[in-house]
């Protein structure tokens, strides 16, 4: 039994060739989104153990929840099947929490082969993770300890994200919830994987509906602050997006806190 194990959201599996895929070297959970409800297992040449939980169920969240249900592994990086893991990623995680034995969380980084999204410049420091940036990195690039997220009960939410009907937002609320349940958070700049980045199932461009789910993310996350944060964001996108002004980005976000409270 392997020390790390990988939680893989994925679609449309049928065997245990994603593994191979994306160079797992460790135990797995392949949560897979289908049209079937089935559970397989099987042993890689290697020794190590790969679990496919296949459900007809929509929503990466759900999936997400699927497979930290079933985990077992010491510690867990939860994962997406357009990642490519470098060699030794079990090493690499277990010694930086060797190095840094109060962390609950380590954020690495990941190497973005195709992105369609803005890229954030990265400092290359071992940090420690504050309230103002924990929501700046998706949980693709986290390794967890298992018995402190059992212990503060976290689960992901089921409203964002890939098949869900909001964007992209339950891997920032993860973060957010582990941060507020007095976790650990740290950041290596170590890179853990790479990550193919081709298609997404939540990111269609930026259009009226991104920045109103943004809105509703917002909202969601931090009530008495997001008054503040949507000029905060709205300052941040008027390069990104030149076909969106300042004002109708914090307009449309607006809209998105209105949306919320009828959730």
């Not at 700046?136 to 098949?163: E, N, P, Q, W």
């Not at 976790?183 to 259009?207: D, H, R």
Request: aromatic content about 12%; overall charge positive; glycine content about 6%.
């Amino acid at each position: 039994m392997s020390i790390v194990q990988v939680l893989v959201a994925c679609m449309h599996q049928q065997d245990d060739s994603l593994y191979r895929e994306m160079n797992l070297q460790t135990d797995a959970i392949l949560a897979n989104q289908c049209d079937e409800y089935s559970y397989k297992v099987y042993t890689e040449p290697d020794g190590n153990k790969v679990e496919l939980i296949s459900s007809a169920d929509r929503g990466v969240g759900k999936n997400r929840n699927k497979a930290l249900m079933n985990a077992t592994g010491k510690f867990l990086m939860s994962s997406d099947q357009d990642m490519i893991y470098v060699d030794g990623y079990e090493n690499i995680i277990v010694d930086a929490f060797k190095k840094c034995p109060k962390a609950d969380i380590i954020v690495f980084n990941l190497e973005y082969l195709n992105r369609f999204t803005p890229a954030r410049k990265e400092d290359g420091r071992f940090k420690k993770v504050h309230l103002w940036n924990c929501m700046r990195y998706g949980t693709a690039r986290v390794a967890m300890r298992k018995s402190a997220i059992d212990k503060a009960c976290l689960s992901f939410s089921t409203l964002y994200g890939g098949g869900a009907t909001y964007s992209s937002g339950e891997d920032s609320l993860f973060i957010r919830d582990a941060f507020r349940k007095g976790l650990k958070m740290y950041a290596s700049p170590i890179v853990i994987a790479k990550v193919k980045q081709e298609t997404s199932s939540w990111f269609s461009g930026y259009n009226d509906k991104y920045f109103i789910d943004k809105g509703i993310l917002i909202a969601n996350a931090f009530p008495k602050m997001k008054s503040l944060l949507v000029y905060y964001f709205a300052l941040g996108m008027r390069n990104i997006s030149k076909e969106y002004s300042f004002v109708t980005i914090c307009k449309l976000m607006k809209q998105g806190f209105k949306e919320f409270k009828n959730i």
